[in-house]
């Protein structure tokens, strides 16, 4: 017999392990959203997928505890993937300012010697791609823990560790092998380390005290399902087709080097629109966890759709991708039968 007073002893335990289980998710779900999914790893390559998970697994879960712990929402984590993809493209990978490292330098305009399309593409994808939505599906599939913290303090630790072990592997792996000889200056990584830590500390320190002021039900009518995955489809693909050269091109969208600012003009617009548009529908009454994931669906299957025209290069890759964007829309599609069939919970963005 279980005595009363050993309930929530045992409610305790099971709490833990969820927790743990939602860790592991997402530290799982970060690496697979950001790199695998995409194709940027090659299937016939597919062990390199380890060498992210430091960086990119655990790296993500220490800033979904940081913005959790300090009551951050959708903005916070944002900014703190700012401040993610400023350290992996900026120092780890050095990627922003080398004139070498996958022919960026070549895309468009280098003002003060970074790539700037490159930039811009980039420091966006890392904040959606391999921050925000890992951790909207990790919250979505463990719904019942809500936003609390998943990790302890030794975990936290922990996690920091490894995450700087992460930084530290992508840096002595790629760079030398990939861009022999290019050392990115003390200035430059002074600089690009004072604009990560400006926006972890608005993310941490700012904003968490402004969220909550904008009125409840302010947002206008919530779109239906597939309509809200279309939108996200259409602009994800788009911003990634603006900025990133791909069959065959050097440049963005086809244009001469010269007329790059174009389409970064466009991407901007794009990317402007899709998040006003999101941040009004998250704020209307009708906004659900079906819809939040409506919405990461989208952009996942788009990103997936845009890997599979722009990052194959084998016909092995290509199937490889089509299969793992089969298995990820069958699992997408798992997850919102769950939510259709669960309690009908308001939840914003």
């Known amino acids: 017999m279980v005595l009363p007073r050993n309930r929530p002893l045992r409610a305790g335990r099971a709490q833990r392990r969820r927790q743990r289980r939602a860790a592991l998710a997402l530290v799982l779900l970060a690496p697979a ?7 940027s790893i090659p299937v016939r390559m597919l062990w390199l997928v380890v060498l992210y998970v430091p960086i990119y697994g655990a790296g993500v879960l220490l800033i979904r505890e940081a913005v959790r712990r300090t009551g951050g929402g959708t903005g916070a984590l944002l900014l703190m993937g700012l401040a993610y993809g400023l350290v992996e493209e900026g120092l780890a990978l050095q990627s922003l300012t080398s004139p070498h490292l996958y022919d960026a330098a070549g895309w468009g305009p280098r003002p003060w010697g970074i790539n700037a399309p490159y930039a811009e593409l980039n420091l966006p994808y890392h904040a959606v791609f391999s921050v925000l939505l890992p951790i909207a599906l990790a919250e979505l599939m463990f719904r019942d823990l809500g936003r609390t913290p998943y990790l302890r303090r030794a975990g936290l630790v922990g996690t920091a560790a490894a ?3 992460g930084v530290g592997l ?4 790629v760079p ?16 690009i380390l004072g604009l990560a830590a400006a926006a972890a ?12 002021r904008g009125p409840a039900g302010a947002g206008g009518p919530v779109p239906g399902l597939f309509r809200l995955g279309a939108v996200c489809a259409v602009a994800a693909f788009a911003f990634l087709a603006l900025l990133f050269p791909f069959a065959g091109a050097h440049h963005p969208a086809f244009l001469p080097r010269t007329w790059a600012p174009l389409p970064m003009a466009a991407a901007a617009a794009v990317a402007g629109a899709a998040a006003w548009a999101l941040r ?9 966890p079906r819809h939040r994931l409506a919405a990461v669906t989208g952009a996942l299957v788009a990103h997936t759709a845009f890997g599979l025209v722009s990052h194959t290069r084998h016909p092995l890759d290509t199937a490889g991708l089509a299969v793992i964007g089969a298995a990820m829309v069958l699992l997408l599609h798992r997850l919102d039968h769950r939510l259709a069939t669960g309690p009908e919970v308001s939840q914003g963005l």
Do not use: F, I
Request: glycine share 14%; aromatic share 6%.
């Open 280 to 288: 009004r529908w998250g704020a209307a009454d009708g906004w659900t």
């Open 176 to 191: 030398p092998s990939e861009d022999p000889g290019y050392l990115l200056s003390g200035r430059a990584a002074g600089v």
């Open 163 to 165: 995450a700087l072990l």
């Open 170 to 173: 992508l840096r002595v792996s």
């Open 33 to 39: 959203v950001a790199e695998l999914t995409l194709g």
């Open 201 to 212: 500390v608005a993310a941490l320190a700012v904003l968490p005290h402004r969220a909550g």
